[in-house]
């Protein structure tokens, strides 16, 4: 699992190298929901993603206020649904699945975009998209 996510959340695309916290195995359908443990309803995701998910698998665009399926990493391209901001320090939603991603994950939470900064200096940032 950590080898297929090549050691990144499938989310903000963090390096579990340089976090604090160890990574956690995510349902993307949630168990609750009927959501199977294998490999395609599973993804690497850091702690703060896994905590915002939770059992959730919509949420608002902020662009339409309409729901929109949350992005799926086994399903979508990350690429299609996503843009890093010009100086790499933001992640843009550039669907109603990418916007509503980075607003219920809070893609941009305060210690990622801290960290992108500081990665980007060494240049361990952005990460190669898949
Ligand atoms: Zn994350």
Redo the contacts with the bound molecule.
Sequence with gaps: MTERAAGY?E??R?PAKYSAQSFAIEHIVPRQAGGPTVSDNLAL??Q??NAHKATKTMAADPATNRLAPLYHPRQDRWREHFAWSEDFIEIIGLTPTGRATVTALQLNRNGLVHLRRVLYLVEAHPPVEP
């Design positions: 959340c989310y903000c963090c995701a850091c703060g993603c």
